[in-house]
């Protein structure tokens, strides 16, 4: 039992990071309808701001903010030269520029920086352990959780109490409507890859946490399987994206705790499995989006 209630603190740490993503995904998704496959960049470069950041030696809550804020005003850039003009095109043409966008910032980080890993130094008050009866958990791991919880209360109370929250809610609803109301749809679009970057650059800093260092494919396998959540949870859907990333890390750590050694290997095609079955039982997702607006 103790083992199981270990290992479910540390499904509910990754699980935290995925569902932060898969968010980051499902908000820009859920109002102009793309893909944005250069989120795992912006995780990788909120991830150097970070190291850079720490290599001058600022105090780690400023490292961890000039990542989140690097992050945004990337999302914000890529929107107004990339996808703005791109907002007419079709379906394919945007998946094409989101894929385009992914690579070039790839390769800028790979020749620009290194394509070697960075070491992180991380202050090390962070590698101690905390005792809860029989539980043991890092302090990482449960910074993560908290952190986690506070970024989707602040996201929710921002989508709820806010007016640029609500115009984005109706934005996921009708966009249409929301424009012939006179609400400017640049701006909503922009707070929306605004809030996406941001939440990649949190997701960075917890990643960073757990692993120590940063590179030039950093955000590729996390925003792949965050990707894999938001289908599972509702293509579109906040609460979905929340739940599909939830599931996706309990699953990850379970079979990475309880498969025999000989079948440890084949995790991830179990976890895989897990996911086509559930998309079997529920089509449109865990919670779907209202709109329905899925492909």
């Not at 980080?109 to 992180?120: D, E, H, L, M, T």
């Not at 960073?208 to 599972?232: C, E, N, T």
């Not at 991830?268 to 209202?290: E, T």
């Amino acid at each position: 039992m103790d083992v199981f209630l270990q290992q479910c603190l540390n499904a509910i740490s990754l699980g935290g990071i995925y569902a932060l993503l898969a968010l980051g995904l499902a908000v820009v998704f859920s109002i102009v309808s793309l893909i944005n496959f250069a989120h795992g960049e912006l995780m990788t470069l909120a991830g150097y701001a970070i190291y850079a950041a720490l290599l001058f030696a600022m105090p780690l809550p400023v490292a961890l903010g000039a990542g989140v804020i690097a992050a945004a005003l990337a999302a914000m850039a890529i929107e107004r030269v990339a996808f703005r003009p791109m907002r007419r095109a079709d379906a394919t043409s945007l998946l094409i520029t989101s894929f385009a966008v992914s690579v070039i910032l790839r390769v800028l980080f790979q020749n620009g920086i290194s394509a070697r890993p960075k070491p992180v130094a991380l202050p090390p008050e962070l590698s101690g352990v905390v005792t809860f009866g029989p539980v043991h958990l890092s302090v990482i791991a449960l910074a993560s959780i908290a952190i986690t919880i506070l970024s989707l209360a602040a996201l929710s109370l921002f989508l709820t109490r806010t007016t640029m929250g609500r115009a984005m809610r109706a934005a996921a609803e009708d966009f249409q409507v929301l424009r012939l109301m006179g609400i400017r749809a640049n701006r909503v679009i922009a707070v929306a890859f605004a809030i996406s970057g941001a939440l990649a650059g949190v997701s960075a800093a917890l990643w960073i946490a757990q692993r120590g260092s940063v590179d030039p494919l950093m955000g590729f396998v996390p925003v792949l399987k965050a990707f894999i959540a938001a289908v599972i949870g509702g293509l579109g859907s906040l609460p979905g994206a929340v739940a599909g990333g939830f599931a996706l890390g309990i699953a990850e750590v379970l079979f990475q705790a309880f498969l025999p050694p000989e079948a440890l290997p084949f995790r991830d095609a179990f976890v895989l499995s897990l996911v086509v079955a559930v998309l079997i039982w529920r089509p449109d997702g865990l919670i779907p989006a209202k709109t329905g607006r899925r492909s």
